[in-house]
């Protein structure tokens, strides 16, 4: 049997495996779950698709359009999220296929396989499909266009990113990943590049035409960047940037430009830059410290229902509870513990560099972004995983070249 018809095998296993979970352990109510489903049924209400056309001015900021989408035609077709959940556990098959694929395509066979391995071994990949967060279709359509690039399909690579970034806008940090890396493949480059930002105007435009605005993704980074900061100013010294929220002269977007221009102001004030840049290094440890989202998938419908669902799986609990855990929490020590392995071999794998380029540049520019113009949180990193799991996997493939063999 060919390899290939070995991981498409093994990739509708892990898919079923993920089905059967949904019914298990039940919906995950994580609160951005809970917010798309909400302003999915608002949208419905008005028979439209979200945004809501008579609403612009009401909406505090435009949140993952695509995302949001995505439930409402769940709700509207079959009036439940299940078959939304059914096929984003599709998608996570999906998505090991084309790590696979990527993983053989930029080192060797062995390697994938090995990152095939970690991927089915890690607990946080279990489970995630309860909820409906914008994290499993972006990394679809982000590693399936990262396949096509690689598989010379540069339009349609294009269009995939376009895709990825109308369910969350940060789909740049994949593109500018294989700039870095094959800039000497410029006219393939400048057809991914170009069939992008005409998708996203093709977007844009069908937009401008139902809903008398333009937009083409979400419009949600001034606002937390500004909100984290005045959060962590300890002086407050400047207006809350959290009354822009309810200025019902301003649509969505011209409040994304008044916290735009309130984060500069705000760094022009005393000692405010100093403090911006002291707070780089916290996102950076917030968004990496912990993998225990996904976790939250397994805890009981009573700790779910509860009003803090991640307290009994955050890093303060865990070290408080020690030894005496619940299952759930025994889960998530074994995840955090492959977590950190994967993390840990990720680091090593960097005196590979130059033979895993692509994967690492993704890693580092998507980690700067993070700091530069995100605020810490755990489920950042996610996004990047597929990656650094392949970067793991070499390292491995690596070492065991070297690692004698039994006779």
């Known amino acids: 049997m060919s390899s290939d018809n070995k991981i498409k095998i093994i990739a509708a296993i892990f898919s079923f495996v993920q089905?059967?979970?949904?019914?298990?352990?039940?919906?995950?109510?994580?609160?951005?779950s809970e917010g798309y489903i909400t302003l999915a049924n608002d949208a419905l209400s008005y028979n439209e698709l979200y945004p809501v056309s008579s609403k612009i001015r009401e909406y505090a900021f435009l949140w993952n359009i695509g995302a949001i989408n995505a439930v409402a035609l769940s709700l509207k077709l079959f009036e439940s999220i299940i078959p939304l959940q059914i096929t984003y556990t599709l998608l996570k098959g999906a998505t090991l296929y084309f790590l696979f694929n990527i993983a053989k395509k930029i080192t060797n066979e062995k390697t994938a396989w090995i990152a095939v391995i970690i991927y089915i071994i890690y607990p946080a990949n279990y489970g995630e499909a309860t909820a409906v967060l914008s994290e499993i279709p972006f990394i679809f359509f982000s590693i399936f266009a990262i396949y096509l690039f690689y598989n010379n399909k540069y339009l349609l690579s294009g269009i995939l990113?376009?895709?990825?970034?109308?369910?969350?806008?940060?789909?740049?940090?994949?593109?500018?990943?294989?700039?870095?890396?094959?800039?000497?493949?410029?006219?393939?480059?400048?057809?991914?590049?170009?069939?992008?930002?005409?998708?996203?105007?093709?977007?844009?435009?069908?937009?401008?035409?139902?809903?008398?605005?333009f937009f083409c993704k979400a419009e949600t980074g001034w606002m937390a960047l500004t909100q984290y900061h005045w959060d962590h100013d300890s002086k407050k010294d400047f207006e809350n940037p959290e009354l822009v929220r309810d200025d019902s002269t301003l649509t969505f977007n011209q409040k994304d430009s008044v916290w735009r221009s309130k984060?500069?102001?705000?760094?022009?004030?005393?000692?405010?830059?100093?403090?911006?840049?002291?707070?780089?290094?916290?996102?950076?440890?917030?968004?990496?410290?912990?993998?225990n989202v996904n976790?939250?998938?397994?805890?009981?419908?009573?700790?779910?229902?509860?009003?803090?669902?991640?307290?009994?799986?955050s890093m303060a609990s865990l070290k408080n509870d020690f030894p005496y855990y619940s299952v759930t929490q025994i889960l998530c020590i074994i995840n955090l513990i492959i977590y950190y392995i994967i993390m840990f071999l990720f680091l090593l794998s960097f005196k590979y560099v130059k033979k895993i380029m692509m994967p690492w540049i993704l890693v580092i520019f998507g980690t700067i972004f993070l700091m530069i113009f995100g605020h810490g949180e755990s489920r950042f990193h996610i996004p990047y995983m597929p990656f650094i799991i392949i970067c793991s996997a070499f390292y491995i493939s690596n070492f065991l070249k070297h690692y004698p063999r039994a006779n």
């Open 295 to 313: 976790i939250c998938s397994f805890l009981t419908k009573k700790e779910k229902n509860s009003e803090y669902m991640y307290n009994s799986l």
């Open 19 to 32: 089905i059967s979970l949904i019914f298990i352990l039940g919906y995950t109510p994580h609160p951005d």
């Open 263 to 291: 984060f500069v102001e705000w760094t022009k004030i005393n000692d405010n830059k100093k403090e911006y840049l002291k707070q780089m290094p916290i996102k950076l440890i917030k968004t990496y410290i912990s993998d």
């Open 161 to 213: 990113f376009a895709i990825a970034d109308y369910i969350r806008p940060v789909s740049i940090v994949f593109i500018m990943a294989l700039i870095i890396c094959y800039i000497k493949e410029y006219k393939c480059l400048i057809k991914v590049i170009s069939m992008y930002a005409i998708s996203l105007m093709a977007i844009g435009m069908i937009n401008l035409y139902n809903k008398n605005i």
